[in-house]
């Protein structure tokens, strides 16, 4: 869709420094943007692409407008409004309403007439599919799952059962939600698999990335509230809890019956083990762990970044005879106690 | 189904404390649990909810038996108990036997008559199905796999070709099993592919999770024993062994040709590089990585818990100032022998 | 296939040692050989292995002949030349050319004569499909994706859009390919996602494991260079790029607008923060993560291996309290100092 510079100003409360006739029709990186594109500065890194830029006009803080040789739109928050205005420009087209002639719909699932339910797709017993739901290529949803009004699902991802997606959420391609948790108890022979009976609870507005699993619960369920954001290849165990609008990268796990509150940050590679509660606002750097509770907002923190080899093996094997050091230290204070 | 205390009891060998005749219809946690709903206690973090249920009955250790307000099912191990009383109320259905019309069963399988195979699903050249058997919808069942009777493949897993799978094993969603393992050797012009031409054996009783991997052989096979329980998003590397009744957590990676032995347990995020061996009955605790042969059963570990920020960096700062410190001890040691 | 000693020397340019007509069949470890099968040996713990092997030959170094007790195949890099030569005795199978009946491909996508489109697999609008290209069972290959010649994408794989393959790259089971990359804005409301809007360029000979997930970007390309071997349960972020002939092992996470240099190895489980620069030839050793630019080849390192947990408790103990140590260092040098 194009609109003009003076279009966009308006519907996302904009300030216009330049020619607000000027119509935009594509977004671009700085460096790559020609006429009709319209680009973002949000990073001072890029100072140099913008003071080259060919951009139609760049989205930027008033207090960088004296750098910009192109038109702009002035933000207080520009990576806010480049978002805006990328879906302004590249609206998601509607789903093609209808049942693929190779779909299986169950008899007693209950679809809605603006859906799709593309080629393949299976949609089991007992199923709820709302308003303009997108089933994708070779997705199954199993039985007794609900999707809310203009939620999508992305090619070849599952939905085991007992399912509830609220509406507008996205679940990416090759994610599983409401496989069975991993509960076992052992008994003399081996382990005895502890039926899980539960199901997933996701709410409004999530978005969960490819190949992420969301385990059902034990018993009651799994919940993953309004506005989440799960990256790639995340697992959330069962009855886990993840409060609203928190944000987890690639490879996060969360331990099964762990609550964790609003507005969280987990950056790639972290987790914590199960039964433990992790309160609103906390953030964990990346490949970090947690362990136990956490009462209080924050950063959250224990890594090594990596460094060259040899310098690396060479503290390594000091740190590991710490006992060694606190040793020569004691000795040292007793001999200077005796002086 | 519905049972009564008293028959679960004998089923069981438990003892019941209360009214035998009391109907049993459901399992619920202690908070939720109302009419005809059988819950446990086995964490006496959770004495207050036991002391409030509204459970029918309640499964729990003799010595725990004066703070339980209802009915009680008494057992040495209460977990195990409530496992076997689940199952015994919410059985699996058996598979639904018979071929979907959309799936499709290669003339050279053979497919035991009382199995499913349920749409789309694919069973290509020479595969042998049990009996009771599930193929879920969307599975691929690659060229010369079997899969003992009553295993179950779920929903959109994959086996790739040469997997054999014993009787009663379950696999989940968006698996992959049999897939080549990671075998380059370098060239002048780059890595040339190893050919990977085994298979992979997966033993009775067997649980494997969501989105995990199992890698077939480069040559021989990739072995997963009895009993094993594999959580979600783990990585089994060709050629190794998981020794029989090992359970590991999620994103657990086993190197190739590694072997591990029985009944150990991998927390969530450790793993352990290839061509090692670990003996049988060892534990590594969350996030721990093993890069060399364990001999000797017991926990291993290697990892530090989240702090805050500040002051994880103030110490990480000063760790990795290590031979500053220990410089500083020898100069004081050498001034200490000076004097 | 079977080929002599003979032909395989003269392909592959060894050198015989032994009777050039032996007819080799098969390929086997150098303990489970028999007449027919051909061996390698490239790694010194496996000398008694040697000693006694039935192979009917064995690849190895001239200076390992002597401990050869059958025909051997000389070769500088054994386990190259073994690669070749399994390659030789089992050829992939060309596809079998044709779409299936359950498979759907758009009117408007191009598939080469030569391609093999399996059951239930979906080609969706505007895709090109080169000769011999092999796309299995239940594959989704979405808008707009080209797929080069002898490109193989194994069963349950996904190319979600705009994905471009060079030619003979395998994508594995279960690995999603142009899914949406993790951008997000923060608003008042909650997260605004920031349109994913770029494609994925995958080059040519690349090889990415089941279950990977390789995004697209959010304007432009993610890229994957010629000749990149990706295991298992990796994920690349949206606009990364991989240089040519980098390998990495399962769970590495690459962050998003990182790039990573060509021929850099990525041992299990480490990784990169996004947005760094990473230069050629750089080895990441096994759980380290890369949190800043790298502009020296080498190895990187920053990981603890696991020990028995008192004593490593014992140890963090103690490293957890290094400021007290570096107080009481700094008293001693005091009073040192007085003295």
Redesign the interface.
């Known amino acids: 869709m194009s609109l003009t510079l003076g279009e966009l100003a308006t519907q996302f409360g904009c300030e216009v420094a330049g020619d607000p006739a000027v119509r935009i029709s594509g ?3 700085l460096a ?1 943007a020609d006429a009709g594109a319209i680009s973002f500065f949000a990073n001072s890194a890029y100072g140099d692409a913008l003071a080259a830029t060919k951009a139609s006009a760049v989205i930027l803080k008033d207090s960088d407008l004296d750098k910009c040789p192109v038109n702009a739109l002035i933000s207080e ?1 520009p ?2 409004t ?3 205005v ?2 302004a420009i ?1 609206p998601d087209p509607p789903p093609d309403a209808g049942v693929h002639a ?1 779909a ?1 719909v169950s008899e007693t699932a209950r679809v809605a007439r603006s859906a799709q339910i ?3 797709a ?1 949609v089991d017993a007992d199923c709820e599919i709302g308003e303009h739901v997108y089933i ?3 997705v ?1 949803v ?1 039985p007794r799952c609900r999707v809310g009004d203009r939620s999508r699902l ?3 991802c ?1 939905l ?1 059962q007992d399912v509830t997606i609220g509406k507008r959420s ?1 679940i ?3 994610a ?1 939600i409401g ?2 948790g ?6 003399d022979s ?6 899980q ?1 539960g199901g997933v609870l996701i709410g409004d ?1 999530v ?1 969960i ?3 992420t ?1 969301v ?1 059902r619960a034990a ?2 369920n799994t919940i993953i509230g ?2 989440v ?1 799960l ?3 995340i ?1 959330i ?1 069962h009855n886990a809890v993840v409060g ?2 928190t ?1 987890m ?3 996060t ?1 969360i ?1 099964g019956s762990a609550i964790v509150g609003k507005r969280c940050m987990f950056a ?2 972290t ?1 914590c ?1 199960g039964h433990i509660t992790i309160c609103d606002d906390v953030i ?9 509770d956490i009462k209080e907002p ?13 310098s ?5 094997a ?3 005879r ?2 060694d ?2 040793d ?2 004691k000795k ?2 007793k ?2 106690d005796d ?1």
């Open positions: 977004v671009a990186t790559a928050n990576y806010l480049y978002a805006r990328a879906d590249f190779s299986h593309a080629a393949n299976v994708g290529p070779g199954f199993g992305a090619a070849n599952t085991v996205i990416h391609s090759g599983v496989s069975d991993f509960g076992n108890a052992m008994s081996g382990w005895v698999k502890v039926k009976l507005d978005e990335g490819a190949n699993t385990d018993i009651d309004n506005g954001r990256d790639n290849l697992q165990g609203e609008h944000a990268v690639t490879m796990a331990g790639g590679r987790g083990v964990v750097s990346a490949t970090s762990w947690i362990s136990k924050g950063v959250y923190t224990a890594s090594f970044p990596a460094e060259k080899d040899k690396w093996k060479r503290k390594a000091r740190i590991r710490i006992e050091i606190v020569r230290i040292l204070e001999s200077s002086t």
